[in-house]
């Protein structure tokens, strides 16, 4: 748990300390553990999936700040960013 704090603090210069939930998934993206302070301590979650695989952003290198909904999408199996971009209005004449 120290190990994931300290990587929070040093790789993205956040405060591990905050009311905020960090996010972790492993390299065969079947498994991720959450970190999370409270009023005493750290509280680790750690999650592996039977079957199928996390839609995680793996080209982003940087912390994401999500919201409760999009959290709640991705533990249902929903990506973090969409998969279809928006379209962009040209000239058409």
Known sequence: MDGL???????????????????????KMDRFKALVWES???LLFYKRL???????????????LITQTQLKRFLQGFPLSPSVQPATIGAWY
């Open 50 to 64: 039977e079957n199928g695989r996390l839609l995680w952003p793996r080209k982003d290198s940087a912390a994401k």
């Open 5 to 27: 704090a300290t990587f929070v603090k040093e790789e993205f210069d956040l405060d591990p300390f905050n009311n905020a939930l960090f996010l972790f998934c492993g390299t």
């Open 40 to 42: 005493d301590g750290f």
